[in-house]
């Protein structure tokens, strides 16, 4: 049975920085590539980044480019989000997700498995 456990959320006040873990069982981990999501109620979910299997390639969104920073450890099938200078209008419900090809999840594709999320939530 496949599992993807995210953690490390919480409140935060802007400016500060909250990391995110999201931990994968049930699966060899670095063949796939990994994606965090982020969604807010009302509005569309947004990729906010992506690395691939071996971690040479990474995508950010630029409404978090430069402040997020996207890792992961295959040893300890493990995918990372840091977030630093966060801002009120990250607040949102961060998911992890997996899919094998790291060119589909950057063409939009669908996830093969998603994580429960973990809220984030920054105050101004």
């Known amino acids: 049975q496949v599992q993807l456990v995210e953690s490390g959320g919480g409140l935060v006040q802007a400016g500060g920085s909250l990391r995110l873990s999201c931990v994968a069982s049930?699966?060899?981990?670095?063949?796939?590539?990994i994606s965090w999501l982020r969604q807010t109620p009302g509005k569309e979910r947004e990729r906010v980044a992506a690395?691939?299997?071996?971690?040479?390639?990474?995508y950010y969104a630029d409404s978090v480019k430069g402040r997020f920073t996207i890792s992961r450890d295959n040893a300890k099938n493990t995918v990372y989000l840091q977030m630093n200078s966060l801002k009120p209008e990250d607040t949102a419900v961060y998911y992890c997700?997996?899919?094998?090809?790291?060119?589909?999840?950057?063409?939009?594709?669908?996830?093969?498995?998603w994580g429960q999320g973990t809220q984030v939530t920054v105050s101004s």
């Open positions: 997700a997996v899919r094998r090809s790291y060119t589909s999840i950057i063409l939009g594709g669908e996830y093969d498995y």
């Open positions: 049930g699966l060899t981990f670095g063949t796939y590539a």
């Open positions: 690395i691939s299997r071996s971690a040479v390639n990474t």
